[in-house]
């Protein structure tokens, strides 16, 4: 079954402890996303990747960072989590559609609490 | 002015009847459209994509207006499972695979 899998699907975690939100496809797409969603504000994309070792920042990076190191993986890392970035996380993934957007599939979410 | 703008709702809509959501869009170069669904704390999934002659699939039609710059979905005869959060979806510019989401339209379909 082709899908997208967050882990882990709840966290709850204290200012400044290091935390990993994994992401991972099985559909061999080169573009994935990873995007928070907070009410009144819709989806906003953190960074997102073209392809394996490209990577760069969305419209909120500031907190986070990213890897891919394989074309089916895209963690999430907070360094240093703060009670700002409490919110559900989305991660995506797309088809590279040759400068047109493609259909995104995401991950269920992970809702992530920071205290 | 954002991006993509909706109106929030909700939208509280009789079984059956037949319910609009229109979106605007601020990028006259955006080439990529399209609708969304999600329920309540799932993600989104593609609803449908929008083209420029506009579009139907079973109940639902989405249409685009370029000169206007917005974008309708159309639900006929409406049932209780269309009861979601429908977000309007545009890539960022021509050559861009950037999406932009709208805060969504909240609809209830009322039994």
């Known amino acids: 079954e082709a899908q997208v899998t967050q882990n882990p699907r709840y966290l709850i975690t204290v200012t400044g402890k290091k935390l990993t939100v994994t992401c991972s496809q099985n559909?061999?797409?080169?573009?994935m996303s990873w995007y928070r969603q907070d009410p009144g504000l819709g989806l906003r994309q953190i960074y997102y990747?073209?392809?394996?070792?490209?990577?760069d920042k969305g419209d909120v990076p500031e907190g986070y960072k990213v890897s891919r190191k394989e074309k089916r993986n895209f963690p999430l890392i907070l360094e240093s989590p703060s009670p700002n970035q409490t919110s559900l996380y989305f991660c995506a993934s797309s088809l590279s559609g040759w400068g047109r957007a493609a259909e995104a599939f995401f991950g269920q979410g992970t809702r992530l609490t920071v205290v | 002015r954002k991006e993509v703008e909706q109106d929030p709702g909700p939208f509280n809509v009789p079984e059956g009847a037949t319910v609009a959501f229109n979106c605007t869009y601020s990028?006259?170069?955006?080439?990529?459209f399209f609708w969304y669904r999600q329920d309540c704390r799932k993600e989104p999934k593609l609803l449908m994509s929008v083209y420029s002659s506009g579009n139907e699939d079973g109940r639902f039609t989405a249409q685009l207006n370029r000169a206007s710059q917005y974008i309708s979905l159309l639900i006929r005869d409406s049932k209780l499972s269309d009861s979601a959060t429908y977000l309007c979806?545009?890539?960022?510019?021509?050559?861009?695979?950037?999406?932009?989401f709208g805060t969504g339209t909240r609809l209830t379909i009322i039994p």
């Open positions: 990747s073209m392809n394996v070792e490209v990577t």
């Open positions: 990028n006259s170069a955006s080439q990529s």
């Open positions: 559909m061999n797409h080169e573009y």
């Open positions: 979806v545009v890539n960022r510019g021509f050559g861009n695979e950037k999406l932009t």
